[in-house]
């Protein structure tokens, strides 16, 4: 019985360590238009293509790579893989990434062309926020901050987005107690889309709860708050 099971197990892990393919014979035109967040065109936008088996022991291969043009628009010719991963991951200094990701162990495109339309990066913006009491001892205050994160995957199954597993501009959450026991924070930070804004949510020893509406307008935008 253990020999099965052993046998079984050694199995397993033979399946699970595929090298990661790339089919040599096969080129896909992957093609697209980078903008930012006001609909203009950002140059130099940097695109990757990459498969990976997504097993242990297999590394993931860059099959290409380019840039966008002055108008955004990218038309790059590229290797392809049989993979259980397939993404673009596209990127520029100072704005948000984006990433297609699908499975391409059974599926690549009829007519070879993966088109992703206009894709928006966002231009960034460092909020750093600094929560300070004042107050006497025991006084305590509940917050929150909400805000879009810029990031964005998309996941596609046979060419159909698959929301469920996509991830994309989504509204996120930081909510804190502070107390005598923490009663301050100092110099965090996290990254929105520049124009962005930033909810600022509060109550002071449970009491009724305030809220501020913060425009980001600046690269590294700079909050501080006394109670």
Known sequence: MRLKQLALLLLLLFLNCADTQVDNNVRVLVTGTVLDQNDIPIYNANVKIVTDANSNGALPVLLAEGLGDVSGNFEIISLFGSNNLFYIEISADGYSTYTYRTNTSEFRPEDLIFNLGDITLKKLSKFNYTITRESSLGTTLDFSLSYITPTCIQVFDEGVLNTNESFCFEENFIARTLNDNFPDIANRSF??????????????????????????????YVFEFTY
């Open 191 to 220: 990254f929105v889309g520049l124009g962005d804004i930033v909810k600022f949510t509060y109550g002071v020893n449970g009491g009724v709860e305030q809220e501020d509406i913060l425009t980001i307008n600046s690269e590294d």
